[in-house]
């Protein structure tokens, strides 16, 4: 998870995100001058030009995609701490081009620097990582529950592995962040007869690699360079 506390220069301006943990098992995201207080929507300064006040809101609807993008950027197969990389530098990106990124396709256009990033992160492993060995429980500390748990994680992660990234990035859409087909049109830029043609292939190869891994046989992974 993006870590509390974190803060990070947005653009060529000084304004700066900060992540916060207000409430348990959540992240918020904050804009806050680094001399001043933090922007609100409600309460922002009457001297501000009008753009300035559509840019500072443009930039806070970037910052409330930020939690979305890590999920996104893990299950595309890249560790926790890479995502968290990924999900920032995607803010980044966003914030200083701005202006060339039609108002309503924020959320589009972060997915796709983030699909870019994820396989060029991949390219820089040049490999993929080996499945670990399952840990075994101290008795007493972990109910079996917990272990069934990390147990359906494991093969979710590992039955990915058997998708190549078009197919992945449809099927996490749909099926782990319960995105509607049309949504992921949109935020693929896909026509909506290829987003269902890669859902259908995408969870058909995905059945046939839990299956392989529940009898204990390997799958090849699915990534294109």
Not at 141 to 152: F, G, I, M, T, V
């Amino acid at each position: 998870m993006i870590k509390p506390g974190t803060s990070w220069i947005a653009w060529d301006e000084p304004l700066v995100i900060t992540t916060t943990d207000d409430a348990p098992g959540s992240t918020a995201f904050r804009l806050a001058r680094p001399r001043g207080g933090l922007v609100d929507a409600q309460a922002r300064s009457p001297c501000k030009s009008t753009a300035d006040v559509a840019r500072e809101a443009r930039l806070e609807e970037l910052a409330s995609h930020l939690e979305f993008l890590w999920r996104f950027a893990c299950r595309m197969g890249v560790g926790e701490a890479a995502a968290e990389d990924i999900a920032q530098e995607a803010f980044v990106v966003a914030a200083s081009r701005l202006d060339a990124i039609l108002a309503g396709k924020e959320r589009s256009y972060l997915v796709s620097v983030v699909v870019h990033m994820v396989r060029r992160e991949r390219t820089r492993r040049a490999r993929h990582e080996e499945l670990k060995g399952e840990p075994s429980a101290p008795a007493g500390e972990q109910p079996d529950s917990r272990l069934d748990e990390a147990r359906a994680r494991r093969l979710l992660d590992a039955s990915l592995e058997a998708l190549d990234d078009e197919l992945r990035a449809v099927f996490v859409l749909h099926e782990i962040e319960e995105e509607t087909m049309a949504d992921i049109a949109l935020l693929l830029d896909l026509a909506p007869g290829t987003v269902a043609s890669r859902l259908r292939r995408a969870r058909e190869a995905w059945k046939r690699a839990t299956e392989r891994l529940k009898r204990g046989m390997p799958v090849s992974g699915g990534r294109r360079p």
